[in-house]
């Protein structure tokens, strides 16, 4: 089966094929959750969310951010969220995806690309598949959860 992948921006008219990639997450979000945070980021210029999209059918999204430095000028881009369906991993839509962030985070005169995964067992294959496409761990992170 040949893929005819297109990657476009996300639109609020995306939303409910939305819900079932929001879950291959991890995350139970209703369709008004994912609709609220569309209208939010899809007003914002410095945020970006990109699905790859086989013939009307939702593959895979990736949601990034593009940040300032504080220690030096300069911007660099932060994925915020990356998954592709269970039923179509392995075929490089991943790698595409975050292909497509470098570049225009590159033509944005951005240095750097990052990204968190999550400490879980679990997602020791994802930190494969990220160094593989030359991420290098370089920070560990913290969260403080305010009540």
Do not use: C, W
């Amino acid at each position: 089966e040949v893929m005819i992948m297109k990657i476009r921006t996300a639109t609020l008219d995306d939303s409910e094929k939305l819900v079932p990639l929001y879950q291959e997450l991890g995350y139970a979000i209703s369709l008004s959750e994912i609709q609220s945070i569309l209208k939010v980021i899809l007003t914002h210029s410095d945020y970006g969310f990109l699905i790859a999209e086989d013939n009307g059918k939702l593959l895979a999204f990736v949601g990034y951010h593009k940040l300032y430095f504080f220690e030096k000028s300069g911007t660099y881009y932060r994925i915020l969220a990356l998954v592709v369906n269970e039923k179509h991993r392995r075929k490089g839509i991943a790698s595409q995806l975050i292909n497509h962030v470098k570049q225009l985070a590159k033509t944005d005169g951005s240095e750097v690309l990052a990204l968190n995964s999550s400490l879980k067992e679990y997602r020791q294959e994802a930190y494969h598949f990220y160094e593989n496409l030359g991420f290098k761990k370089v920070s560990t992170g913290f969260s403080y959860y305010l009540d």
